[in-house]
């Protein structure tokens, strides 16, 4: 997420009532969790597991509940509830605004020869590009950004929150959303879909890329140009799709994986780890479609070789 002006670190001390360690003329123009920080931004860290993993990122600013030396050029910023401080900013910097009994929210625009149908819901400062068609009932959360010929179907929604949560003393926290999804031009997203936003950074849908009906892209999500995603597929949060990726039906793709450029993954496969880009795969785990099919053969015969051994 982007701040609408840089920061210093005395203003975000303020904001979230913590003690400042380390540089004091640190100023951040924006916040990430770490799988997606970058330099200029906020970031926090609450378990001592990752204290040094977070303190070698490119956050220049690092929210922490225990004393730490700060390393140069970064400023810490102790506080006892590291997360819930993390909440509080993005809750000040994209709060929740409900939208009045219209169709489309403050700041919100659309361009030239774009078709609402009736039953659209466009929440605050989305912006939609030229020749989309929205079909009934689609909603579109806050900040989404839509590019130009791009078709919803019916009862898709775009921008809803992450399915991200902390667990803490036996109960689960959740990581509020502050990202955005982008939509860019020439994208196809079939009917009943669900697109979540990111939680700090943005969920992308490259251009060119048609979704079946029935699909779930998770938080922070980047899908690349060209893809083709079957029915019921199931991309999980912080996963790279890179371009021209076919996901036929009911594919289930594990977080944090990269899925590389042309790659096909047949029907019901599921991945758990990054696969090779260029290649066919099949199964649960995913392997190659050919060792697949060699592994079926083999199953095949196991009661032959049973029966021959006496087993």
């Known amino acids: 997420m982007n701040f609408p002006r840089a920061y210093s670190v005395e203003e975000i001390a303020r904001l979230t009532s913590g003690k400042i360690i380390g540089d004091k003329n640190a100023v951040v123009t924006g916040l990430n969790e770490l799988h997606k ?38 400023a810490l910023i102790l506080c006892d509830d590291p997360f819930a401080a993390f909440m509080s900013l993005i809750n000040d910097f994209r709060p929740f605004v409900p939208v009045d009994e219209k169709q489309m929210g403050t700041g919100s625009e659309t361009g030239e020869g774009t078709v609402l149908q009736p039953g659209v819901f466009i929440g605050n400062n989305v912006k939609i590009g030229k020749n989309c068609l929205i079909h009934s009932n689609v909603s579109i959360y806050d900040h989404s950004i839509i590019g130009d010929n791009v078709v919803i179907h019916s009862n898709s929604v775009i921008g809803s929150d992450g399915y991200y949560f902390q667990k803490k003393d036996g109960r689960y926290r959740k990581f509020i959303s502050g990202g955005r999804v982008i939509i860019e031009d020439d994208v196809e997203i079939g009917a009943l ?14 251009k060119g890329t048609k979704m079946d009906n029935h699909c779930q892209v998770g938080h922070d999500t980047v899908i690349g140009k060209n893809c083709l995603i079957g ?44 696969l090779e880009g260029g290649k066919t795969y099949m199964g649960a785990p995913a392997v190659e479609v050919r060792n697949y099919w060699r592994e079926q053969a083999a199953k095949r015969k196991l009661p032959e070789i049973l029966k021959r051994l006496k087993l």
């Open 37 to 74: 920080v970058r330099k200029g931004d906020i970031t926090f860290v609450d378990h001592p597991k990752y204290y040094s993993r977070t303190l070698s990122s490119e956050a220049t600013i690092i929210l922490i509940n225990a004393e730490r030396e700060a390393p140069q050029g970064k």
């Open 193 to 206: 879909c669900s697109i979540d936003r990111g939680v700090t950074s943005d969920t992308v849908i490259g």
């Open 231 to 274: 029915a019921f597929s199931a991309i999980a949060g912080v996963t790279t799709i890179e371009d021209d990726v076919i996901l036929w039906a009911r594919v289930a793709i594990n977080k944090d994986i990269t899925i590389g450029k042309g790659a096909v993954l047949l029907s019901t496969t599921g991945a758990d780890k990054s």
